[in-house]
């Protein structure tokens, strides 16, 4: 599975920005779709998740604030990010499991940087 981010920036506090995540390669679907982060120094944490039933599960840090929906007809994930604060600056990260196969796969990385 081949992931492609896109939609990081560089955004005021209290503003907002869109990242999407588009999976290709072959599958039959995809079981889980969602977001992580990682800030400089700090260990990778989760975002956002989505089951391909709609099922959504965020940070506590991020609730009210963040919104992940998921297209599947386009394999494709979104994180729609508002009231965003510095602390949420992080390199985000996007990630697919299919649970038949076990593991997951990543994407490369895009940069939100959140000024004060």
């Known amino acids: 599975v081949q992931l492609q981010a896109s939609g990081g920036g560089l955004v005021q506090a209290g503003g907002s920005l869109r990242l999407s995540c588009a999976a290709s390669g072959r599958f039959f679907s995809i079981d889980l779709m969602g977001w992580y982060r990682q800030a400089p120094g700090q260990q990778r944490e989760l975002v956002a998740t989505m089951t391909s039933g709609g099922r959504g599960n965020y940070a506590e840090s991020v609730k009210g604030r963040f919104t992940i929906s998921r297209d599947n007809a386009k394999n494709t994930v979104y994180l729609e990010m508002n009231s965003l604060k510095p602390e949420d600056t992080a390199v985000y990260y996007c990630?697919?499991?299919?649970?038949?196969?076990?593991?997951?796969?990543w994407g490369q990385g895009t940069q939100v940087t959140v000024s004060s």
């Open positions: 990630k697919v499991e299919i649970w038949s196969r076990g593991g997951g796969s």
